[in-house]
């Protein structure tokens, strides 16, 4: 099949040429147009945008995991959800203009629905199936990665500047990897006191080297104050 102009012109804003020309063409057809043809042969949207809300999740969960290593499961799935949301997408089809790509039946297209934020979603959604489907899964994360990069850096860095600034030791772990990988081990330096009362001394050590010390009443408050002090050290020199 051969494409049309404009989807050229859209695969060159995404950076990738579909093999079938007819999984781009499904991709930008909404369902108005698809049933203005009699014979049934127009393939809506439709099944691509709920396979595409799959890929997506997928894709910009694999961004989350690569780019933010001290983030646990509960931070990386808050952002996801921040970064999956539907005005989200909406604003990505924007930037790539894809409502004035899309087909649509004569009525649906007199009216104002090349930018309504649902139909960009889901269009948006329905392409980045259609990559998915066309070029496999490393063609459908390349993709994800080109347009989501940028947004998963911004929030991670929202993240550690609010929520995570009294997690010490996430904030360590970031304060070390700027001079690339951190190799951070917390040691139990002494355990002192009755088992109702107990007391507990850790290090940091990182390199080999010792960067702080802390202690508490239980080994993770004692873990987080050793973090503390190094953080403490690390921002003071």
Request: charged letters at 30%.
């Amino acid at each position: 099949m051969n494409k049309p102009e404009d989807q050229t012109e859209l695969e060159s804003r995404i950076g990738y040429t579909f093999q079938d020309a007819g999984l781009l063409e499904a991709a930008l057809t909404h369902s108005s147009y698809a049933n203005e043809r009699d014979n049934g042969d127009v393939e809506s949207y439709e099944r691509l945008e709920f396979l595409g809300d799959a890929v997506i999740g997928l894709g910009v969960a694999l961004l989350i995991y690569e780019k933010g290593p001290y983030l646990d499961e509960g931070k990386m799935t808050e952002l996801r959800a921040s970064l999956v949301r539907s005005d989200g997408l909406a604003r990505l089809a924007e930037s790539l203009e894809l409502g004035k790509y899309l087909r649509f039946g004569i009525g649906a297209d007199r009216t104002d629905i090349r930018k309504n934020k649902t139909v960009l979603e889901d269009a948006f959604e329905a392409m980045v199936a259609a990559v998915f489907l066309d070029g496999g899964a490393e063609a459908a994360r390349s993709l994800i990665r080109n347009l989501f990069e940028t947004d998963v850096e911004e929030e991670i860095t929202r993240l550690l500047d609010t929520g995570l600034n009294t997690d010490y030791k996430s904030r360590l772990q970031v304060e070390l990897q700027k001079n690339g990988a951190a190799d951070i081990r917390y040691k139990l330096l002494k355990e002192s006191g009755p088992d109702h009362d107990k007391q507990f001394c850790v290090s940091v050590v990182s390199k080999g080297k010792v960067l702080g010390t802390g202690e508490g009443k239980t080994k993770k408050y004692a873990e987080k104050m050793a973090a503390k002090m190094a953080l403490e050290e690390i921002l003071c020199t």
